[in-house]
């Protein structure tokens, strides 16, 4: 049953939500990438990345300040205050530059899959793991469509594990660095009911009672620009990299690579580069 949910992740939501986001102009990071193998384990960030940014948006500053800058972030990432000490040193206030606000364009952002959280034998990977100038700032929890477990959803079950995470003290570091959570069955939202049964939804850290919103498009024409072709090379790699090349001859796998199905459609407004700096600003 484990292998059936996972191919079914994969071909219908996880792998095409991945390569949606490259289409958006997201680069993506192979497993064995040397950036992923020479994160920090404690915040998981890509410290070369995060490095290069730095010092070239703050030229002033050298390696040895950089190394400073480090180590007081994962200081401010153990606080017990929901992130609030590093969401305002990523909005500059702490006088160092870690975003450029005002040209998405001059930022990196990337996208690895199933990147481990990991504090001593706890641990958590999230299906998609989306970096900001090497920060992981934001993730993306993917479901079956369709699976009831227990009396729930996918989506609620989900819901249900990351108010948990939200609660474990050894997950404080991941919980404050990341600044936004999507979760996606890939199916269409069910209106009038009031109840997140299904569908994609977003919210940020909390220590109880997470809110999830839903996200409807309402100008969709004014992010066409940003949606670039991928080559086949490039789909090739992911399906590579995981793993499972032989989805690509899969149908279901090609109509879920569609710009229309729910999940993409909720990644192509959300996750837009833009929008999504503005989201945290």
């Known amino acids: 049953m484990a292998k059936r949910k996972d191919f079914s992740e994969l071909i219908r939501v996880q792998i095409p939500g991945a390569l949606r986001l490259m289409r ?4 993506y990071l192979s497993r064995n990438s040397k950036e992923i193998a020479e994160r ?13 940014k730095f010092l ?37 206030q702490e006088g160092a530059v870690y975003i450029d606000w005002e040209n998405p364009e001059a930022n990196t952002f990337h996208l690895a899959l199933e990147v481990t959280c990991q504090n001593g034998q706890d641990e958590f990977r999230p299906d998609i793991v989306i970096f900001v100038n090497g920060l992981p700032l934001f993730y993306i929890e993917v479901k079956q469509p369709n699976a009831i477990r227990d009396g729930k959803t996918g989506i609620q079950s989900e819901q249900d594990r990351t108010r948990y995470r939200f ?8 919980n404050n660095i990341t600044q936004l959570i999507a979760l996606s069955d890939n199916l269409p939202y069910i ?9 994609s939804y977003y919210g940020s850290n909390a220590y109880s009672k997470t809110k999830f919103n839903a996200f409807k498009e309402e ?37 879920n ?20 700096l503005f989201m945290i600003s």
């Open 24 to 27: 958006m102009g997201y680069t």
């Open 40 to 52: 920090d384990p404690g915040t998981n960030i890509l410290v070369s990345v995060f490095k290069e």
């Open 56 to 92: 070239t948006f703050n030229n002033y500053l050298t390696d040895k300040d950089f190394e400073g800058e480090l180590v007081d972030i994962k200081l401010e990432l153990d606080q017990n205050d929901l992130g609030r000490s590093f969401f305002k040193r990523i909005q500059g």
């Open 167 to 174: 609660e474990n003290r050894k997950f404080r570091r991941f």
């Open 191 to 199: 209106s009038g009911q009031g109840q997140q049964k299904q569908d």
């Open 219 to 255: 100008r969709e024409v004014d992010f066409l620009h940003s949606i670039v072709h991928l080559r086949e090379e490039q789909i090739d790699f992911v399906l590579e990299d995981v793993k499972r090349f032989a989805l690509k001859s899969q149908p279901e796998f090609t109509t």
């Open 257 to 276: 690579l569609q710009p229309e199905t729910p999940c993409n459609t909720f990644l192509s407004s959300l996750y837009q580069k833009e929008r999504l």
